[in-house]
T-cell receptor, first 115, second 114 residues
Framework: KAGVTQTPRYLIKTRGQQVTLSCSPISGHRSVSWYQQTPGQGLQFLFEYFSETQRNKGNFPGRFSGRQFSNSRSEMNVSTLELGDSALYLC??????????????FGEGSRLTVL | DAKTTQPNSMESNEEEPVHLPCNHSTISGTDYIHWYRQLPSQGPEYVIHGLTSNVNNRMASLAIAEDRKSSTLILHRATLRDAAVYYCILRANAGGTSYGKLTFGQGTILTVHP
């Protein structure tokens, strides 16, 4: 069973540019969430999508946005890049469960460097 | 989200047991205790979770205090591949609206010596 796939794995941008990152969840998983990881702030929740709807959003400025397609694939976009946006962006998918399971499966991440 | 407290770092020798503690004194009755770990250059991976009773799986064991204010992740025989950052996370019942949100703390950096 294929895992969560994130593309691109590495990218370099300059300040003011925008970037789009892609995430393909595990087949059958309908929930996709995004996280930012930096040395200073650790892992922080960005947002979560389920059935093409954003269900939850973390405390990030509006420059960070995302969407989910009907096949559950998701993209996140960061506009007007700042140096502080340099980070590892992680995507995670999960099966929806009414119980306690809800295990998240993470991809390997997209490492963004802003110069 | 309720907060967890973990030691910043711990060390172990290969093939010895490791006990990683986590304090969560403000845990609510419906919070599950989840553990994830992050190996170098990888995304986090699920390790184990529990509610009240101790749990075992192929990776580890989870011992939960009777009052649920603390828990311990037990790696029975540490290997070099277990060197990672271990995160203890409280998770509300997934029957709510937030299925994919985990609140990570700083975690415990586990170093395993040969």
């Amino acid at each position: 069973k294929a895992g969560v796939t994130q593309t691109p794995r590495y990218l370099i941008k300059t300040r003011g540019q925008q970037v789009t990152l892609s995430c393909s969840p595990i087949s059958g998983h309908r929930s996709v969430s995004w996280y930012q990881q930096t040395p200073g702030q650790g892992l922080q929740f960005l947002f979560e999508y389920f059935s093409e709807t954003q269900r939850n959003k973390g405390n990030f400025p509006g420059r960070f946005s995302g969407r989910q397609f009907s096949n559950s694939r998701s993209e996140m976009n960061v506009s007007t890049l700042e140096l502080g946006d340099s980070a590892l962006y992680l995507c995670a998918s999960s099966l929806i469960s009414t119980g306690e399971r809800g295990e998240l499966f993470f991809g390997e991440g997209s490492r963004l460097t802003v110069l | 989200d309720a907060k967890t407290t973990q030691p910043n770092s711990m060390e172990s020798n290969e093939e010895e047991p490791v006990h990683l503690p986590c304090n969560h004194s403000t845990i609510s009755g419906t919070d599950y205790i989840h553990w994830y770990r992050q190996l170098p250059s990888q995304g986090p991976e699920y390790v184990i979770h529990g509610l009240t009773s101790n749990v075992n799986n192929r990776m580890a064991s989870l011992a939960i205090a009777e009052d649920r204010k603390s828990s311990t992740l037990i790696l029975h025989r540490a290997t070099l591949r277990d060197a990672a950052v271990y995160y203890c996370i409280l998770r509300a019942n997934a029957g709510g609206t937030s299925y994919g949100k985990l609140t990570f703390g700083q975690g415990t950096i586990l170093t395993v010596h040969p």
